[in-house]
Structures are given as structure tokens and as C-alpha cells.
């Protein structure tokens, strides 16, 4: 599996993914060494001993019933999961990744409560989060066959929502609750834009400051910014800019962060380059 560059996502592995994925490895090898009924036994989640074990529901993401397990849902962090980190940041990109995993706990022991392990409710979240940043992008399966980032996570979150109906019936022992657990607390998430409040906070106050410096008379200007003032060239040309920024902050707001087009993402990432630079 792999996704196509062309839109300017540069593939490189990203802290918190390369943490991550050290980790889920190095729980891997000791389950392999003390046994994984001990591991499983401590460090699953299992509804009947939350009380006895109030940290199951995080230390289940880093625990695996084998290698096929282990290396799916490595491989999804992997190649999904470093565009996000870049965009969101590590620390936000860890937080994320644990609510995602969260929500396969609660939806899974809400529907069908039984203990379960696997990192697969947060690789499904980041999934998702992919899809909706760059739902156009194509993902090539097996390195061959190209489907549309939206249209790949929409087949896999139907095919969650399927089996999880049919678990319920005793039709499998996968965890496919925690899987549709973890796409709906990711697009929740993302819908409630939580995690871009305060980012999008602080471009505002800087669009808010750069346009008044714009805007005020040349001999304000230069007395606030120590003579640095802008042309009025320059002056009508930053209003003009930070009326569109307002615009798709505006647009944030009423509809979501994933409603926004490739050029509104590039115009914030523009802007924010340059007010990080001033």
C-alpha cells in the first residue's frame, strides 16, 4: 500500500510515528518473551477488571495477538500517519491517535464488551483523518491497483459497520466495534475541530494585527511597527490577503477544517509560514 506524492506530500518518517511504532515493536518482542497470557492478561483491555486495571483502555493499542497483527496496522501508521504529524504537529498527532484509540474501547464495550488489544481503532482513525485532509489523493493497494484516499477509508468504514453488525451474531472474534470505534471518535474529532482551535485562535489574532498595521496611516504605522511600515502597495495588497484568510477562517467555523480546498489549506500554510517568520 502506498499513496502518490503529486499533491506535496513528501514522504518522511515523523517523530512521534517512528515513537510509535518503536513502541508497538518493543511491546511486541516482550510479549514474546514473558508470554502473551501475562501481557494479555495485564495490559488488555477487558471490561471486567477496568476497575482492577483502570489503564487497560491505553495499553491495548500497544499490544498485538501476532505479526500479521503487528505489521497491518504498522504499516498503516507508516505510510498515513507522517503527513498528519507534519501538519498537526507530534504532540497533537499523539493526542489524536489516543482519543481514536479511546473510542474503540467505548464503542466496543458498549456493543459487544470483550476484551481486546491492537493498535487497529487509531490506524483506522488516522486512516480517516488522511481521507478527509486529502480525500483525492490515490492510495495504490497492494502497490498496483489506485483508489482515492475517500473512497478506500468509505469501503473500509462500511466494511467495519458490516461486520460489526455480524459480530454481534458471533460471526467473528475481531474487534470490529473498536474499529468503527475508532473511525467515529476520529471524525468527531476532526468535525469539532478540537484540534485546531487554539492554532486557528492564534492566526486569527495575527491576521487581526497584520491588517490593522495595513490599514492605519503611514505615520501609525511606522511608530508601532519602528519603521518598518508597508508600502501603500504593499499595504492594500496585505488587507486584501488577510480579508481571505478571515474568509476561510470564517469557513472553518461553520463548516469544519475537512471542508476546506487545496488552496485554502495552502493559503493558511502560506500565511502561517510568514507570520512564524515575522
Known amino acids: 500500500?502506498?499513496?502518490?506524492?503529486?499533491?506535496?506530500?513528501?514522504?518522511?518518517?515523523?517523530?512521534m510515528v517512528k515513537r510509535l511504532l518503536i513502541a508497538n515493536g518493543v511491546v511486541f518482542a516482550l510479549t514474546l518473551g514473558v508470554g502473551e497470557r501475562?501481557?494479555?492478561?495485564?495490559?488488555?483491555f477487558q471490561p471486567t477488571e477496568i476497575v482492577f486495571r483502570p489503564w487497560g483502555p491505553l495499553t491495548y493499542m500497544f499490544l498485538h495477538g501476532d505479526l500479521g497483527h503487528l505489521a497491518i496496522n504498522m504499516l498503516v501508521l507508516f505510510f498515513f500517519g507522517p503527513p498528519l504529524e507534519a501538519r498537526w504537529g507530534p504532540r497533537e498527532f499523539l493526542r489524536f491517535y489516543l482519543v481514536c484509540g479511546l473510542g474503540g474501547v467505548a464503542l466496543s464495550y458498549v456493543f459487544l464488551p470483550a476484551s481486546i488489544v491492537g493498535a487497529s481503532a487509531a490506524t483506522y482513525?488516522?486512516?480517516?483523518?488522511?481521507?478527509?485532509?486529502?480525500?483525492?489523493?490515490?492510495?495504490?493497494?497492494?502497490?498496483?491497483?489506485p483508489v482515492l484516499a475517500k473512497y478506500l477509508v468509505g469501503f473500509m468504514a462500511l466494511t467495519s459497520l458490516l461486520s460489526a453488525v455480524d459480530s454481534t451474531q458471533g460471526g467473528s472474534n475481531i474487534a470490529h466495534f473498536a474499529h468503527l470505534g475508532g473511525l467515529i471518535a476520529a471524525f468527531l474529532y476532526l468535525k469539532a475541530d478540537w484540534r485546531t482551535g487554539e492554532a486557528l485562535?492564534?492566526?486569527?489574532?495575527?491576521?487581526?494585527?497584520?491588517r490593522r498595521l495595513a490599514i492605519v496611516p503611514r505615520?501609525?504605522?511606522?511608530?508601532?511597527?519602528?519603521?518598518?511600515?508597508p508600502s501603500r502597495k504593499q499595504a492594500r495588497e496585505d488587507a486584501a490577503l488577510y480579508?481571505?484568510?478571515?474568509?476561510?477562517?470564517d469557513k472553518i467555523s461553520a463548516e469544519g477544517m475537512s471542508s476546506l480546498t487545496a488552496a485554502e489549506l495552502k493559503l493558511l500554510d502560506d500565511v502561517s509560514k510568514k507570520h512564524r517568520a515575522n
Not at 485562535?201 to 497584520?210: C, F, M, S, Y
Not at 505615520?219 to 511600515?229: K, N, P, T
Open 38 to 44: 501475562l501481557m494479555f492478561e495485564w495490559f488488555a
Open 1 to 15: 500500500m502506498s499513496y502518490d506524492t503529486r499533491f506535496g506530500l513528501n514522504f518522511m518518517l515523523t517523530p
Open 219 to 229: 505615520d501609525e504605522a511606522e511608530e508601532e511597527s519602528a519603521g518598518r511600515a
Open 243 to 249: 480579508d481571505r484568510v478571515d474568509a476561510v477562517l
Open 125 to 145: 482513525g488516522v486512516m480517516l483523518a488522511f481521507a478527509m485532509n486529502w480525500p483525492n489523493i490515490p492510495i495504490y493497494v497492494f502497490g498496483i491497483f
Open 201 to 210: 485562535q492564534g492566526l486569527q489574532r495575527a491576521t487581526r494585527k497584520k
